[in-house]
Every structure is written in structure tokens, then in C-alpha cells.
């Protein structure tokens, strides 16, 4: 398909295609606004079926990453890369510096981190090519390193703040909780409501990843195919995207949707359809942008890992105005935030911003 006639195009300021048969390297970075400042957002490493599938992945991920990043009031615009994961492929040293290669050769436009299936390893090989990166081991007391635990404190103090708006409820002792995907987030996520007295119910794919989770935390184990379904107050979405959706809303039970995963409605209209169902649902990419927030004190060198855990902190207030606008326009939350993110671009175009 012709990119410019993509559903998921939405003038896009490029989009990069990397082919390198020598390392493996078959990856896609699309910088989808530059207006606030280089375009940053993670690298996924993932297998799609079509390379179809890859495109609109690339497209719509740096669009939310432009709107993510706007709303966090950061100085960066918004961009993604995807490493298509061949059969059997698996992340090495090679791949990965071709990769920094491909970040390098735009010249500090984009800027990438850790997303799904890439680790803190990767990005250390991706720094041998090019300083275009963050989301590496820091010494000391300064910002940095892996983005996941940042991003798993916001999503937490997100759903303290929608389970306050929702059940007007001040603790989460006793709330229960369904996590799809306890990688990464998930993980770190689980283990904060578990300290906070939150019933927990999660379910993965990995095996691997579930005996981590239930080494380290008590939960009851859910198929995945069931997750969504459980009866709880909260589903987390912790996984991929897409997954709240005209299928998956009418057995939704919780009253609440407040996890890290990106781009979880799989349409706009899934947002409207939440709201005629009485669940509130935490715009993804206000929730879950702990982690861009660690990466930006760190690419500019401003701030310690206490500076971070206080930018975090502002992510409640945040759903408090859009939970309360939404409630006050009849507006869907989804809806609030893009016109909100899309104000402050459209602000930012004529004044630059700087991180305090
Ligand atoms: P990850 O790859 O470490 O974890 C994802 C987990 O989901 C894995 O354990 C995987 O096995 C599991 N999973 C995959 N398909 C599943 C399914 N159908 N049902 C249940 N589990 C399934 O990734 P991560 O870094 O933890 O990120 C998780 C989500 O949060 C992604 O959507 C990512 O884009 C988003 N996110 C991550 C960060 C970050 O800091 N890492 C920041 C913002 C947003």
C-alpha cells in the first residue's frame, strides 16, 4: 500500500524504511512531528505477519508517542521504530548496532529507548553507533536507565487517582486488578498494587513471565483469552494494543481501564462506547509516559531519579482534569486528551519548550 494513503497517515513528517541484508536489520522509524522537539519514542522488536501490520504499527505508535509526549510536557515531538522480527529472530549485538546505524543517519531528528522485545542490552549496543539514544544504565543518583519501572510507578498513581474519580475509594487495599502482560511493566506494576494490598489476577503468554510474577508476588492466574472478562474493578492492559475494541467492550466487568499499553482502543469509537458502558478509561498515553519522562531528563542530561519520580508525580493530576472534563462535556477521555495534545502542539509550533 502507498504510505500517504494509509488509514493510519496522518501527515507524518517521514518515514524511514532500513533494509540491511548483512546484519538482518529490516526496520522502519517514523518521525511523526518534530514541532516540540526531535521526535523520540521507543524501538519494538516484533514479528508481524504482514509488513502491512509493521506500517500501521510504525504510524500510529509515533502519532500517540507526539501526543504523549506533548501532554507530559516534555521538549520532544513525536516518533517510533519497529524492527521486524524475521522467523526464529532473535536480538544480537549486529542487529542492534544496525539499528543505531539507522537512528544515526537522521541526524538527531529521532531519538529511541526500550519498547516490547527490546532491553536495556539493546540500547547499549544501539549507543556504540549513535548518541541518539536513551534509556541506559546511569551512575549515581542521576535520571535514567530502564524506562519500564518509571512507566509501571505512573500507571500505578494513575490508578490510584481513576479508582478515587471511579469507586471514591483513597486506598487500594482490597481493589482487584486483572493485568494482561506482566513483562516488562506488568511486572513492576504487580508488584506496587501488591505492596498497596490490591488483589491481583494477570495473565501472559510467557511462561517464563509468569513464574517471575509468581516469585515475586501472590496472584491468581487468569488464561488470557479471559483477562479482559475477569471480574474486577480494574483491567491493566499491560500487552499489546488493540485490545479494547467493539468485540472485547460488552464483557468487559470493570469499571475502570488503566494500564501501560500503547494505543489500547482500537478506534476512536471504542472510547464513546466505554463511556455508554460506565467505564472509565485513562488514556493510554497519559498514563503510561513515566517512562518517556525518565528518558527525556536523561537524554538532556537535566535532573536526578528524583526530579523524575516528582515529573511522575503530576501524571494524576492530569486524569483528574481529563476525568472531570469528560464528566463535564459528556466527552469521551480519549477524545479530551487528542484535542488537548493537539492544542499544545499547535502552541508549541510558535514556542519552543525547554525541560525545567
Ligand atoms: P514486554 O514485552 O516486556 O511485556 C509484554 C508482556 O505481554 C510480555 O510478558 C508478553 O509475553 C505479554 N503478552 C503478549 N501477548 C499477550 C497476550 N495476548 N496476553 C497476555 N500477555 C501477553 O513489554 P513492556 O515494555 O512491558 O510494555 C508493555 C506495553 O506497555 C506495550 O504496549 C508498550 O508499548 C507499553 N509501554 C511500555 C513502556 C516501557 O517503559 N517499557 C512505556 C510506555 C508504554
New binding site residues.
Partial sequence: MNVFDHPEFDLHEGVHFFDEPASGLRAIIAIHSTALGPAAG?C?FWHYEQSDDAVTDVLRLSRGMTYKNAVAGLPFGGGKAVIVKGPGGRSTPELFRAFGRAVDSLGGLYVTA????VAVEDMRNVRLETPYVSGLPQEGAAAGGD??P??ALGVFLGIEAAVRDRLERDSLAGIRVAI???????HHLAKLLADAGAELFI????RE?LARAHDAFTATEVA?RD?LYTDVDVVAP????NVINSETIPGIRASIIAG???NQLAVEADGDRLMERNILYAPDYVI?A???ISVAREYFEKGSADEVRDDIGRIPERLNRIFAESRANGEATNRIADELARRIVAAGRSEPRRIA
Fill in positions: 521507543g519494538r526500550e519498547d516490547v522485545g524506562p519500564s518509571w512507566t494482561q502482560g506482566v513483562g516488562h511493566v506488568g495473565a501472559d503468554v510467557s513471565n488470557p483477562v499491560c500487552a499489546l494494543g501501560a499499553a500503547n503510561n513515566g517512562g518517556i
